[in-house]
Nanobody, 121 residues
Framework: QVQLVESGGGLVQAGGSLRLSCAAS????????MGWYRQAPGKERELVAI???????NYADSVKGRFTISRDNAKNTVTLQMNSLKPEDTAVYYC???????????????WGQGTQVTVST
């Protein structure tokens, strides 16, 4: 059973930093892409950043230059370093991975449980 377990998050003042981590378990296959999404109250879930197993990255315009995504392919972990946080970054952050598994064998999307990030003024 594939699981994504997130850690990090919490309360920080504007301008501060937080680090989120996500570990995928239950698979021995390489995960092509892992990413972070967020959902603020009353808003739709949105992509924050994504990284492929080859290291290619993509960021939402709102976080470019402030957030950095990285991963450890051997451990199937992904990390989001968030600097210069703003109140508008407040949201529940979710880890997502497309994992090759199952019957039929193909990519299935898995989500973490979510972790709250709150940025105060």
């Amino acid at each position: 059973q594939v699981q994504l377990v997130e850690s990090g998050g919490g309360l920080v003042q504007a301008g501060g930093s937080l680090r989120l981590s996500c570990a995928a378990s239950g698979t021995s296959f390489s995960i092509p892409a892992m990413g972070w999404y967020r959902q603020a109250p009353g808003k739709e879930r949105e992509l924050v950043a994504i990284i492929t197993s080859g290291g290619s990255t993509n960021y939402a315009d709102s976080v470019k230059g402030r957030f950095t995504i990285s991963r450890d392919n051997a451990k199937n972990t992904v990390t989001l370093q968030m600097n210069s946080l703003k109140p508008e970054d407040t949201a529940v952050y979710y880890c997502k991975a497309g994992v090759p598994t199952g019957t039929p064998f193909r990519l299935y999307d898995f989500w973490g449980q979510g972790t709250q990030v709150t940025v105060s003024t």
